[in-house]
């Protein structure tokens, strides 16, 4: 279905564009501490042979070495999660919402289940919640950012409009804070991205770790992702599904919206 088709994509800003020449493998959601922890949920992508990817635009590609066997692009201006490219093959992963149009592709697998966050599952509807910790201790990838915050997560909402597709590299899932009260440990690297809504986003310019936004309104919420260990909190709904990527379902039975 995508053989022969050249499928373009990009992170939120512009600064990183790519084509890559179909046929895309099926998209793979991994579940893993890593992929959660970058993608502020948990990550989708589809992978190509690096002879059949361009680079249009890279400006602002940024990689990190998340481990010995791999490391991650990002887009360092927005925080777009982009790439992962393990280490001595010649093929890179690429995030399956940061596509443009249609993919034309299906998730095939969740991988690294045992590893996902406890407010939701890979397929069905998420747990019931069980631990409810008093504090929360969020940090990117790298450690560079960190900070806490009064517990439990509570309410999670899922949001599949484009920028957070862009941005997450799959959908985002997060939880109204308050801001005041988060007590910053560090964040020497923490970065802001002023989103066209007129929103800001906040994510760490040396792992490209997504850590929490504030709309114009002031609204802050914090993504599910940055938090390590149980969040004490739950999925309760899918706002934006008008704009989801076509390579999903939503299959847990929550209320979804088109909009919000
Ligand atoms: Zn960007
Ligand atoms: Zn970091
Ligand atoms: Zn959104």
Same mark, same amino acid.
């Given at each position: 279905m995508t +053989?022969g088709?050249v499928?373009?994509?990009?992170c939120?800003?512009?600064?990183? #564009?790519?084509?890559?020449?179909?046929?895309? #493998?099926?998209?793979?959601?991994?579940?893993c501490?890593?992929?959660?922890?970058t993608?502020?949920? *948990?990550?989708?992508? &589809?992978?190509?042979?690096?002879? %059949?990817?361009?680079?249009?635009a890279d400006?602002t590609? &940024?990689w990190?070495?998340?481990?010995?066997?791999a490391?991650?692009?990002f887009?360092r201006?927005?925080?777009a999660?982009?790439f992962?490219?393990?280490?001595?093959e010649? %093929?890179? @992963? !690429?995030a399956?919402?940061?596509f443009?149009?249609p993919t034309?592709?299906?998730?095939?697998?969740?991988i690294?289940?045992g590893d =996902?966050?406890? /407010? /939701?599952?890979p397929e069905g509807?998420p747990?019931? &919640?069980v631990?409810?910790?008093?504090?929360l201790?969020?940090?990117c990838?790298c450690?560079?950012? @960190?900070f +806490?915050?009064?517990? =439990?997560?509570?309410? !999670?909402t899922a949001?599949?409009?484009?920028?957070?597709?862009?941005l997450?590299?799959?959908?985002? @899932?997060s939880?109204? @804070?308050?801001?005041?009260?988060?007590?910053?440990h560090?964040r020497d690297?923490? =970065?802001? /991205? #002023? &989103?066209p809504g007129?929103?800001?986003?906040?994510?760490c310019?040396r792992?490209?770790?997504?850590?929490w936004?504030r709309?114009a309104?002031?609204?802050?919420?914090?993504?599910?992702?940055?938090?390590?260990?149980p969040?004490?909190?739950?999925?309760?709904?899918? !706002?934006?599904?008008?704009?989801?990527g076509? *390579? /999903?379902?939503?299959?847990?039975g929550?209320p979804?919206?088109?909009?919000?």
């Open positions: +053989e088709h499928h373009s994509g990009s939120l800003c512009g600064g990183v #564009r790519f084509e890559a020449d179909g046929p895309l #493998r099926d998209v793979w959601a991994c579940h501490g890593q992929c959660r922890r993608s502020g949920h *948990y990550w989708a992508a &589809t992978s190509v042979p690096l002879e %059949r990817l361009r680079l249009v400006d590609l &940024t990190f070495d998340s481990s010995a066997a490391r991650r692009g887009c201006r927005c925080g999660s982009l992962w490219k393990p280490a001595g010649e %093929r890179l @992963a !690429i399956a919402g940061a443009d149009g034309g592709l299906g998730t095939a697998r969740h690294h289940t =996902a966050g406890d /407010y /939701y599952r509807p747990p019931d &919640t631990a409810a910790p008093s504090r201790d969020c940090a990838l450690g560079a950012c @960190a +806490e915050l009064p517990g =439990a997560a509570g309410a !999670i949001c599949h409009c484009r920028q957070c597709r862009k997450s590299g799959h959908y985002s @899932a939880f109204d @804070a308050d801001e005041s009260r988060l007590d910053w560090r690297t923490l =970065a802001e /991205y #002023r &989103t007129g929103g800001r986003r906040g994510f310019s792992c490209g770790s997504s850590l936004f709309s309104a002031g609204e802050f919420s914090v993504e599910a992702g940055a938090v390590l260990g969040t004490g909190g739950r999925l309760t709904n899918h !706002i934006f599904v008008a704009s989801k076509d *390579y /999903y379902l939503i299959d847990d929550l979804q919206s088109g909009a919000w």
